[in-house]
């Protein structure tokens, strides 16, 4: 089993909607955990820190559930420039893991 | 602001050359890390470093090695070049092992 998982995608959705992405890891030891986003033929860029209380910054809103073993990213009022691919990592013991990334397109 | 910079963007080399992808961060970082993206595969870490003259090998160490003899640079060597390492590589560094990477732009290496 892969330590940390995400759909795909594509999600296609249009401009102004509201899109939810999860992120299963499978170390329940895991700690410390991230959203970045890449943008194509580009590096990751960190996107937010993911607090076991919860983390909001503008229109991203990022929960962890240990519980249940999964982050999510909430995206509120999309817009064109949120398309992107969102990777969700999470450490793996020494070092992160990095799920595959879930592909977002924000159609006009 | 965090800058990590990486020698080239573009790079296209032969097979059996030797290969040197050198990175340099300028926030006096502890970690740095070289991975390979692959379509589909997502990021793979290829090698680790978390002080000077320290490695560690991470999950795809075959056929490179690495060198840190200066805490603000670290190199990836492919010490000869085969085509199943044509890739997008990404160099990273953080201040510590729980916090992010911040990477750098990545050098896109082809070899023919």
């Known amino acids: 089993r892969k330590e940390v998982e995400q759909d795909p995608g594509p999600f296609n959705v249009p401009e102004g909607a509201t899109v939810a992405f999860n992120c299963t890891y499978s170390?329940?030891?895991?700690?410390?955990f991230f959203w970045y986003r890449q943008d194509c033929r580009k590096e990751p860029k960190l996107l937010m820190s993911?607090?076991?209380s919860g983390n909001e910054d503008g229109r991203f809103t990022a929960q962890l559930n240990r519980a249940s073993q999964y982050i999510s990213l909430l995206i509120r009022d999309s817009k064109l420039s949120d398309s992107a691919t969102y990777l969700c990592?999470?450490?793996?013991?020494?070092?992160?893991?990095f799920g595959p990334g879930t592909r977002l397109s924000v159609l006009p | 602001d965090v800058k990590v910079t990486q020698s080239s963007r573009y790079l296209v080399k032969r097979t059996g050359e030797k290969v040197f992808l050198e990175c340099v961060q300028d926030?006096?970082?502890?970690?740095m890390f070289w991975y390979r993206q692959d379509p589909g595969l997502g990021l793979r870490l290829i090698y680790f470093?978390?002080?000077?003259?320290?490695?560690e090998k991470g999950d795809i160490p075959e056929g490179y090695s690495v060198s840190r003899e200066k805490k603000e640079r670290f190199s990836l060597i492919l010490e000869s070049a085969s085509t199943n390492q044509t890739s997008m590589y990404l160099c990273?560094?953080?201040?510590?092992?729980?916090?992010?990477?911040?990477f750098g732009d990545g050098t896109r290496l082809s070899i023919l």
């Open positions: 990273a560094s953080s201040l510590t092992l729980n916090q992010p990477q911040h």
């Open positions: 926030m006096d970082h502890e970690n």
């Open positions: 993911v607090y076991s």
């Open positions: 470093s978390y002080d000077v003259k320290m490695k």
């Open positions: 990592v999470g450490d793996g013991g020494q070092n992160f893991v």
């Open positions: 170390n329940s030891a895991s700690q410390s």
